[in-house]
């Protein structure tokens, strides 16, 4: 592939496209960039992976998700987050495909170094004819659901989570009144960000255990452009705050002196909506009702989210491209036969695109 790029682009593009993809967020904006707020507005959409502003290779989401954005615009599913599951369920049924709800999985039954079966919690054994596809993170999966008995089994059951998200949701009766304009009434998504250094600190602060004083927060306005979300007259908003430390060993600001998230999160729940109100003063007054999902919440609520991790993994270097989840391991193949993995810990990496399970049927279609 990067032979054919070359051939067609030339040499000088390709240096360009690899320094990009080795980039810092920062680095590639700061030489591209002269407004400080442009460029923490473009650099917050690192955080929606796991990069600050100063993460090697952070550079590629900030300018792929931004500049598609504005050339494209975003797409939510009307109704709600619901649309998207109907959708790919209905894609699996529509194709002859069965699902299971509330069939937990005790196992992947591995005979002579393949995966034979699935045996439910039941007992009761489903054996596949072709290949066993596991949706998991690799923790989840090795040392699990199958023995981490290999030098390369072990190796991906080390996989490493990215930093924790909280999930905060509000029931409103009216979108917040944004002091930066009215017109950020009109859109999905709004970010909140003071800076660079602010977003570099919260990083640094996350991954050393505090509770952030200033999260980066991705507010989401649903209802401004669906409002078939909420009932005549009022809004729903939900709140993504990156980034946070799956596990409490202080806060930053000094206030906050719980160690564990179930102890935190109100707390933690009310320094974000102090943070809104700032941006859009009398937004506490609006609020009907509030529902907190920490991150230890949300790994309660799905084992994939390791760590309250909601990207599947870190997408540092490390563990992206060909290194993710493993070097060796990037083509869905697992080191058992038969046995094959997809979903936010394989590439193309996080997200609801199932890219990762597409190209995997193209392969053992022999597409």
Not at 61 to 90: C, H, K, N, V, W
Not at 170 to 180: E, G, I, N, Q
Request: with cysteine; net charge neutral.
């Amino acid at each position: 592939m990067a032979f054919s790029a070359w051939r067609k682009r030339g040499t000088t593009w390709l240096a360009d496209t690899a320094r990009l993809l080795l980039a810092s967020p920062r680095e590639w904006l700061d030489e591209n960039f002269e407004n400080e707020k442009l460029k923490t507005m473009l650099a917050i959409w690192g955080m929606h992976l796991d990069f600050s502003p100063d993460c090697a290779g952070g550079a590629l989401f900030p300018y792929l998700e931004s500049m598609a954005d504005q050339a494209f615009g975003m797409a939510i599913g009307r109704g709600g987050a619901g649309t998207l599951i109907s959708a790919l369920t209905g894609a699996i049924t529509a194709a002859g495909g069965e699902i299971r709800l509330n069939a937990p999985v005790r196992e992947i039954v591995i005979e002579d170094g393949a995966a034979k079966a699935v045996m439910l919690e039941n007992g009761e054994r489903l054996d596949a004819t072709r290949a066993v596809i596991a949706n998991l993170h690799p923790r989840v999966l090795f040392g699990n659901l199958v023995p981490a008995s290999s030098a390369a089994t072990q190796r991906l059951a080390k996989f490493r989570p990215g930093p924790a998200t909280m999930m905060i949701h509000f029931a409103v009766t009216d979108l917040p009144a944004w002091s930066a304009g009215e017109e950020l009434r009109r859109f999905a998504y709004v970010h909140l960000a003071p800076s660079l250094g602010a977003l570099a600190r919260t990083y640094t602060d996350a991954l050393d255990g505090l509770l952030p004083a200033e999260p980066g927060l991705v507010v989401g306005q649903p209802t401004a452009i669906d409002p078939s979300r909420a009932p005549a007259g009022k809004h729903v908003v939900w709140v993504q705050v990156r980034v946070l430390p799956s596990q409490i060993r202080g806060d930053a600001a000094g206030q906050i002196g719980a160690s564990h998230w179930d102890e935190a999160k109100k707390a933690f729940a009310g320094r974000v909506s102090s943070i809104i109100e700032r941006y859009a003063p009398g937004f506490r007054s609006t609020i009907l009702a509030r529902t907190v999902h920490s991150p230890a919440d949300l790994e309660r609520d799905n084992p994939n989210l390791v760590g309250g991790d909601s990207l599947g993994g870190s997408h540092h270097l490390d563990q992206n491209f060909l290194f993710r989840p493993a070097f060796g391991w990037s083509r869905y193949r697992m080191p058992f036969e038969r046995l094959f993995m997809v979903g936010a810990s394989t590439w193309p990496g996080a997200g609801t695109g199932a890219g990762s399970g597409f190209m995997l049927a193209k392969m053992l279609a022999g597409a």
